[in-house]
């Protein structure tokens, strides 16, 4: 097909790599084109900066479009992936943080209860008690 389009002058747009060959390409995106996520961010990198080109997109604000919707999936796959989220049972979360939120509290009545022993001041006694100071 790209020699074809250099038969009848269309401008050919080619992601490639450093083995790729150049032959009938007027303008090579340099891109990893051996894997499906490179690709799919490369299709997302060039619709974006086409809509700011265009003025519909402006380059202050971030592109609100997810980059993994440019990636293909197979639809078998996507239906399993909701079928085990559907089978899987959900986890009640906020018991266990309330579990350990009282044990929290539990460690901090310990830490304020009157048997605990005052602080030493350790600087005092090393200084009087030690053969270093001389």
């Known amino acids: 097909a790209i020699k ?3 038969y009848v002058n269309i401008p050919v747009i080619a992601f490639c790599n450093t083995d790729s060959p150049m032959d009938h390409v007027d303008i090579a995106i340099p891109i990893n084109n051996a894997g ?3 690709i799919g961010l490369g299709f997302w990198l060039l619709a974006r900066e086409v ?3 265009r003025g519909a997109l402006s380059r202050k604000e971030p592109w609100d479009i997810m980059v993994d919707l440019y990636f293909y999936r197979d639809p078998e796959d996507v239906e399993k992936e909701q079928q085990q989220q559907q089978q899987q049972p959900q986890l009640e979360e906020p018991e266990v943080a309330e579990a350990g939120a009282s044990q929290w509290a539990e460690n901090a009545e310990w830490a304020n209860s009157e048997g605990t022993a005052p602080a030493a001041d350790w600087a ?6 030690s053969g270093w100071a001389n």
């Open 51 to 53: 809509l700011r080109l």
């Open 4 to 6: 074809e389009a250099s």
């Open 36 to 38: 499906k996520h490179a």
């Open 124 to 129: 005092a006694e090393g200084a009087a008690n």
